[in-house]
């Protein structure tokens, strides 16, 4: 018995010591903020799709202004996805940041403001107008602290305006004399200039009442240049159904063009009115 506990302790021993000679010999944590890149860097905007020394680099070459995006989670009829305004962003916020140049894009705020008792929608979720409020803050704060000096707020749902404006307003206030531009941009919020344009410069004169759905044909040819799944348009060929407001959405490449070009129009609109708010900061 005691042979037998002199070789358990020996062991024990033997493996404690080959766990410290080995943990001694691990290099120990990198610093990342002067580790070198060690691969070239992702041609991306979106903060989250890039690497932590990705968006280090690319800070220090001078993109150091950011885009805040809300959309929301709401009924959108029967072929849109509840994300309908988050897909509508997904392509919006790429164009607007490569158009704009040297600026990047954080995550997506998916839910909109409301009142959480009354989501009683399937699929429709609410933060409250002080959730909403608060994350906007914490976002635009994060990115501050990290080295944005120019920080734009773009919502794609009316109900997210006036929490934006508020934070926007109140930050811009706060931190006043510090070389920080921070803005609300309602000039993309767009929706009635956007009728226009599809039909006066596309041709296409939609009636978004004539089905009575929360469906138009604008929102799903700007959807579709995401991916076409989120409007259902596989299953809608199938079922006979590929068409909103007598506005058929087939051929395919048609109404991805029509897509991109309210796309360049949304666009452009957005970033001429944030250079505009850039010019008339006190910085």
Same mark, same amino acid.
């Given at each position: 018995?005691?042979?037998?506990?002199?070789?358990?302790?020996?062991?024990?021993?033997?493996?404690?010591?080959?766990?410290?000679?080995?943990?001694?010999?691990?290099?120990?944590?990198?610093?990342?903020?002067?580790?070198?890149?060690?691969?070239?860097?992702?041609?991306?905007?979106?903060?989250?799709?890039?690497?932590?020394?990705?968006?280090?680099?690319?800070?220090?070459?001078?993109?150091?202004?950011?885009?805040?995006?809300?959309?929301?989670?709401?009924?959108?009829?029967?072929?849109?996805?509840?994300?309908?305004?988050?897909?509508?962003?997904?392509?919006?916020?790429?164009?607007?940041?490569?158009?704009?140049?040297?600026?990047?894009?954080?995550?997506?705020?998916?839910?909109?403001?409301?009142?959480?008792?009354?989501?009683?929608?399937?699929?429709?979720?609410?933060?409250?107008?002080?959730?909403?409020?608060?994350?906007?803050?914490?976002?635009?704060?994060?990115?501050?602290?990290?080295?944005?000096?120019?920080?734009?707020?773009? !919502?794609?749902?009316?109900?997210?305006? +006036?929490?934006?404006? /508020? $934070? =926007?307003?109140? @930050?811009?206030?706060?931190? *006043?004399?510090?070389?920080?531009?921070?803005?609300?941009?309602?000039?993309?919020?767009?929706?009635?200039?956007?009728?226009?344009?599809?039909?006066?410069?596309?041709?296409?004169?939609?009636?978004?009442?004539?089905?009575?759905?929360?469906?138009?044909?604008?929102?799903?040819?700007?959807?579709?240049?995401?991916?076409?799944?989120?409007?259902?348009?596989?299953?809608?060929?199938?079922?006979?159904?590929?068409?909103?407001?007598?506005?058929?959405?087939?051929?395919?490449?048609?109404?991805?063009?029509? !897509?991109?070009?309210?796309?360049?129009? +949304?666009?452009?609109? /957005? $970033? =001429?009115?944030? @250079?505009?708010?850039?010019? *008339?900061?006190?910085?």
């Amino acid at each position: 018995m005691k042979t037998f506990f002199r070789a358990s302790v020996l062991v024990m021993l033997s493996y404690v010591l080959v766990i410290t000679q080995v943990g001694a010999q691990e290099s120990p944590a990198k610093d990342m903020m002067t580790f070198p890149r060690p691969i070239e860097a992702l041609d991306n905007v979106w903060i989250e799709e890039l690497t932590m020394l990705e968006v280090r680099d690319a800070l220090e070459e001078g993109k150091t202004t950011a885009l805040i995006l809300t959309g929301g989670i709401e009924e959108n009829g029967p072929y849109l996805t509840t994300g309908k305004h988050n897909h509508v962003l997904a392509v919006m916020g790429d164009a607007i940041a490569r158009k704009l140049g040297n600026t990047l894009v954080a995550p997506i705020v998916t839910i909109e403001p409301g009142n959480p008792e009354r989501a009683g929608t399937p699929g429709g979720i609410r933060l409250s107008q002080e959730t909403f409020q608060a994350v906007l803050r914490d976002m635009a704060t994060s990115l501050r602290t990290q080295g944005f000096r120019s920080i734009f707020l773009i !919502g794609d749902s009316g109900g997210n305006q +006036r929490g934006m404006a /508020t $934070v =926007a307003e109140e @930050l811009s206030e706060a931190w *006043a004399g510090q070389g920080i531009v921070i803005a609300h941009i309602p000039e993309y919020y767009n929706y009635d200039d956007v009728v226009e344009y599809q039909k006066n410069v596309l041709g296409i004169d939609e009636d978004p009442r004539l089905e009575g759905l929360h469906d138009d044909y604008y929102i799903t040819s700007i959807i579709m240049n995401d991916d076409p799944q989120h409007v259902r348009l596989e299953q809608r060929i199938a079922a006979d159904k590929a068409s909103i407001n007598n506005i058929d959405l087939l051929p395919v490449d048609k109404t991805l063009e029509h !897509g991109r070009k309210l796309i360049e129009f +949304r666009t452009d609109v /957005t $970033v =001429a009115a944030i @250079l505009a708010a850039i010019a *008339a900061s006190d910085r």
